[in-house]
């Protein structure tokens, strides 16, 4: 990012330079600077953009489930990091998989398949509800 706030400095200090010139092809090279500056100004607000989305992670979800099962959950990227609040706070991560229908969360002898406020937890399937 640095780099990028430098070149756009270098890159604004130039056009200033030669916007101070009175020939048609020093006011051209300045439209072009301010151009160019303008697009890298562009990238880089994406760039982040895209850098922060992919760092986004949920506040922790608690799932009741129907056998007594309680879960603290915590989406982010493609994984659900799982606190099986009633097993002594076990810490499992599964990764996101594909699912016909809601969201599907795997990882060897564990599930969690969510769809909207509801979810399934285990090999058992059992019957989660959010809150």
Same mark, same amino acid.
């Given at each position: 990012m640095r780099k990028i @706030? $430098?070149?756009v400095a270098l890159? $604004?200090?130039t056009a200033a330079s030669l916007s101070a010139c009175s020939k048609p092809e020093a006011q051209q090279a300045v439209e %072009? =600077?301010? %151009?160019t500056t303008s697009e890298i100004a562009t990238d880089a607000k994406d760039a982040m953009s895209s850098a922060a989305a992919d760092f986004a992670v949920s506040d922790p979800i608690s799932y009741t489930c @129907?056998?007594? $099962?309680?879960?603290? =959950?915590v989406f982010s990227n493609d994984k659900a990091d799982v606190t099986v609040l009633s097993d002594n706070n076990r810490k499992l991560t599964l990764l996101k998989t594909t699912a016909g229908d809601g969201t599907l969360y795997q990882t060897e002898g564990y599930s969690l398949h969510t769809k909207g406020n509801d979810a399934t937890w285990g090999s058992a399937d059992e019957a989660c509800t959010k809150g």
């Open positions: @706030a $430098t070149a890159m $604004t200090l %072009e =600077v301010q %151009e @129907a056998l007594g $099962t309680k879960l603290s =959950v």
